[in-house]
């Protein structure tokens, strides 16, 4: 695992200059493949060359990259096990960075604190997967399953609460009670921005009920993919928090805003005792499991 985030991190350093520099995306993926854990040198330089940000934040990123780089080069010396969290963190720091260089000049919104959200939803998957498979469905074998389930299910479909992004590894079907847990998520943070004059914005889910074909593929280019996955009981769905989908003509509001407006209404289910949730950094999603 450490391995593997030390190649991400590395990769993304190098893939931030290339693109800098024009190269194609060819040439890109060429380069990262041939990279060698034993030549990867973190070069500051690449983190703060961040022309969307001022002068002041680049010094301040900066900084915060030479201090996160000695604190790994320490961790790797000592064979810390915290290494493996330190890069996990760096990657996800320029993730957010990403977000916010995206929306470049969007307007901001006052939201409330809750902390790393990583340790704020961090329900595990076998607290998730015992009332999954309390309340939720059978686990599915094929499309033709779906008419034979234990308990209904209520198939979902774009509306003005969410919309429901295009599904590769997974089924448009919940439970009811998840199905209504959705709609109540999406309808808060509408509201909820709108009341913050950030406009009109819709959730949006990118995956929802899987069979145990589809996650034995995810698990082999996804490492957030369990073979247990609670996404089988129909009790779970992941909403993006990296894109929103504006209604209308609204003007634009920061990314890392409706991120950390979204985690206000996931709080505040998880503190009703409506659901679980789950904080994923490497595919950037809330993983959420309804338990009532």
Same mark, same amino acid.
């Given at each position: =695992?450490?391995?593997?985030?030390?190649?991400?991190?590395?990769?993304?350093?190098?893939?931030?200059?290339?693109?800098?520099?024009?190269?194609?995306?060819?040439?890109?993926?060429?380069?990262?493949?041939?990279?060698?854990?034993?030549?990867?040198?973190?070069?500051?330089?690449?983190?703060?060359?961040?022309?969307?940000?001022?002068?002041?934040?680049?010094?301040?990123?900066?900084?915060?990259?030479?201090? =996160?780089?000695?604190?790994?080069?320490?961790?790797?010396?000592?064979?810390?096990?915290?290494?493996?969290?330190?890069?996990?963190?760096? #990657?996800?720091?320029?993730?957010?960075? &990403? #977000? +916010?260089?995206?929306?470049?000049?969007?307007?901001?919104?006052?939201?409330?604190?809750?902390?790393?959200?990583?340790?704020?939803?961090?329900?595990?998957?076998?607290?998730?997967?015992?009332?999954?498979?309390?309340?939720?469905?059978?686990?599915?074998?094929?499309?033709? &399953?779906?008419?034979?389930?234990?308990?209904?299910?209520?198939?979902?479909?774009?509306?003005?609460?969410?919309?429901?992004? $295009?599904?590769?590894?997974?089924?448009?079907?919940?439970?009811?009670?998840?199905?209504?847990?959705?709609?109540?998520?999406?309808?808060?943070?509408?509201?909820? +921005?709108?009341?913050?004059?950030?406009?009109?914005?819709?959730?949006? +889910?990118?995956? +929802?009920?899987?069979?145990?074909?589809?996650?034995?593929?995810?698990?082999?280019?996804?490492?957030?993919?369990?073979?247990?996955?609670?996404?089988?009981?129909?009790?779970?769905?992941?909403?993006?928090?990296?894109?929103?989908?504006?209604?209308?003509? &609204?003007?634009?509001?920061?990314?890392?805003?409706?991120?950390?407006?979204?985690? $206000?209404?996931?709080?505040?289910?998880?503190?009703?005792?409506?659901?679980?949730?789950?904080?994923?950094?490497? &595919?950037?999603?809330?993983?959420?499991?309804?338990?009532?």
């Amino acid at each position: =695992m450490l391995r593997n985030a030390l190649k991400t991190l590395s990769a993304i350093c190098i893939l931030a200059a290339m693109a800098a520099c024009g190269h194609s995306s060819s040439e890109k993926d060429s380069y990262a493949e041939t990279i060698s854990l034993d030549e990867w040198q973190p070069d500051v330089a690449l983190f703060a060359d961040r022309p969307e940000e001022s002068d002041s934040q680049r010094r301040a990123d900066s900084i915060a990259d030479e201090e =996160m780089i000695a604190k790994i080069d320490t961790a790797l010396v000592n064979s810390s096990p915290a290494a493996d969290s330190l890069i996990e963190d760096a #990657i996800a720091n320029e993730e957010n960075r &990403s #977000i +916010v260089g995206r929306n470049a000049g969007a307007g901001r919104i006052y939201v409330r604190s809750l902390g790393r959200l990583a340790d704020v939803f961090n329900d595990s998957n076998h607290l998730q997967l015992a009332h999954a498979e309390r309340i939720g469905i059978t686990p599915i074998s094929d499309v033709r &399953s779906l008419y034979r389930t234990r308990r209904p299910i209520v198939k979902v479909e774009t509306n003005k609460d969410f919309r429901v992004d $295009e599904l590769t590894h997974s089924l448009p079907f919940l439970v009811p009670e998840a199905e209504r847990l959705l709609h109540d998520i999406g309808r808060s943070f509408h509201d909820s +921005v709108a009341a913050r004059n950030g406009g009109d914005y819709r959730i949006i +889910v990118t995956s +929802v009920l899987r069979t145990p074909t589809t996650v034995r593929k995810l698990t082999r280019i996804n490492r957030n993919a369990v073979s247990k996955s609670t996404h089988q009981y129909a009790t779970t769905f992941d909403i993006t928090y990296t894109r929103f989908e504006p209604i209308g003509d &609204s003007d634009p509001t920061s990314a890392e805003d409706l991120k950390n407006v979204l985690a $206000e209404v996931l709080h505040n289910l998880r503190a009703q005792g409506r659901c679980l949730v789950k904080f994923e950094r490497k &595919s950037p999603c809330f993983h959420i499991t309804v338990i009532q």
